[in-house]
């Protein structure tokens, strides 16, 4: 079976880019021992979004509101602050992203 078949999100990608990890990877991919210290809402992910038919790629730089992801009975939406991906050097905006985390497809 697939990731995505498992349960995966496979548009999103943890970054880490003061470790061994420098480009980004899926979650069940990274050693448990580089994020370990890290909490959720301080792990940087690399989320993959379709605008126009093209794929944007931007890396999440916090958690906005996690109010109701831990709800079983809602959509479990996730808001991250964001910069593009090729941009995270030196970010020229700051987007916003609602992610909806629930498995409904």
């Given at each position: 079976?697939?990731?995505a078949q498992l349960g995966w999100d496979t548009d999103m990608k943890i970054?880490?880019?003061?470790?061994s990890h420098p480009d980004p990877v899926p979650s069940y991919q990274v050693n448990q021992e580089d994020i370990?210290?890290?909490?959720?809402?301080t792990?940087?992910?690399?989320?993959?979004?379709?605008v126009n038919g093209q794929v944007e790629r931007y890396v999440t730089v916090r958690v906005i509101s996690t109010m109701r992801s831990v709800e079983?009975?809602?959509?479990?939406?996730?808001?991250?602050?964001?910069?593009?991906?090729?941009?995270?050097?030196?970010?020229?905006?700051?987007?916003?992203?609602?992610?909806?985390?629930?498995?409904?497809?």
């Open positions: 079976m697939s990731a970054y880490l880019p003061k470790s370990k210290d890290k909490k959720g809402d792990l940087h992910w690399v989320i993959d979004v379709v079983i009975c809602s959509r479990a939406t996730i808001v991250y602050e964001v910069i593009k991906y090729h941009e995270r050097s030196a970010p020229t905006e700051v987007r916003l992203i609602l992610r909806d985390i629930s498995n409904d497809y």
